[in-house]
């Protein structure tokens, strides 16, 4: 092996603020662009960038009051007597009462789980 006398060093992290952080990824959401070109360009790692993306998402959904996929669940012994003005899921004995505002994609998750509980 030849030795040309280049050392082999590690790279420095560069630390960035969070708007500095923001910034770049909102670049990575231009037409056009992609994480890889946008991570070369500020010199670091395409995984990194993936990382701060997947927290900005994370934070915005957070902030917009969406959970992380757990719902609020009340169990009764008897059903309650009171006419109900939303979504029913009644598979044998097990009743699931969800809101009329609740997503299609939570509904059908849950209907997907119940059907594989039998």
Known sequence: MLDDGAEVSRRRPVLR??????????????????????????????TRLSTWRTTARRKVARDEGQTSGFAEIAVLATPPP???????????????????????????NVARHLARQG
């Open 17 to 46: 603020t969070a708007a500095e952080r923001a910034a770049i990824v909102a670049e990575t959401y231009a037409p056009g662009a992609t994480v890889a070109g946008v991570a070369r360009k500020h010199g670091m790692s395409a």
């Open 82 to 108: 009171s006419p109900f003005d939303g979504i029913e899921i009644i598979a044998g004995s097990v009743t699931v009462r969800l809101p009329k505002s609740t997503a299609t994609k939570r509904i059908a």
